[in-house]
């Protein structure tokens, strides 16, 4: 089998300023939205000038579609590490994603989603890379979404789309930004709160 040839220095230096301009765009997509953002801020983030950003990415839309690339490309691995666990109940593991995104956002690591008339949600549907990861992630999703109605942990009336679009609404949910720059709790308990809202209601606790 011959050997792969090892990525040349000008290139490792290409794709390590790129990460720096991805991660830079996803820590201010987590902060401020898109709207918000402009390129001028993402080059100061990532510590380059603003032409620099311009030579990795033809605009402010392409930057944003790059991050949320990587957020569902995060998603995916963690979905599979839990498909990866035996005998774990569907609704366990669709506590575990919810969780996760909450946690990710807490850690200012999850871009917020675009509004519907956002000009990024055109171009986000336009790239097959990001819908490519989409549907995967939903398709994966579905699965447990599925097991759970049939398994009476989830309430079989409500349409599968509702329950996915609740549970992505949760990777971008102000309620647990707001609680923590409260400073009143901790990180632990509004992950807490916020899952058993998401799965429970307000309703007391049995």
């Known amino acids: ?25 996803n820590r201010l997509l987590a902060t401020k939205g898109y709207d918000a953002m402009t390129v001028d801020e ?11 950003v311009y030579k990795h990415f033809a605009s402010k839309e392409d930057l944003a579609a790059a991050a949320m690339v990587r957020a569902l490309d995060r998603a995916l691995a963690f979905v599979d590490d839990l498909r990866a666990q035996v005998n774990v109940p569907a609704l366990d593991q669709l506590k ?10 807490l850690a200012g690591e999850m871009p917020a989603l675009p509004s519907q008339n956002s000009s990024l949600t ?16 939903s398709n ?3 699965i447990w979404i599925t097991q759970g109605q049939t398994s009476g942990q989830l309430n079989p009336d409500l ?23 409260s400073g009143q709790y901790t990180d ?16 007391p606790q049995r």
């Open 122 to 137: 055109a171009t986000l549907q336009a790239n097959d890379d990001y819908m490519d990861r989409l549907i995967d992630l």
């Open 1 to 25: 089998m011959p050997c792969m040839a090892r990525p040349s220095y000008k290139e490792q230096m290409q794709r390590f300023r790129e990460e720096a301009i991805v991660e830079a765009v």
């Open 96 to 105: 575990a994603i919810a969780r996760w995104a909450m946690q990710a956002q």
């Open 159 to 181: 349409p599968l789309e509702m329950i996915m679009y609740i549970l992505f609404a949760r990777a971008c949910d102000p309620v647990v930004a707001m609680l923590k720059a």
């Open 188 to 203: 632990d308990q509004i992950l807490d709160w916020a899952t058993t809202t998401t799965f429970g209601g307000l309703a």
């Open 42 to 52: 993402v080059a100061a983030e990532a510590g380059m000038a603003k032409a620099s």
């Open 140 to 142: 994966k999703i579905s």
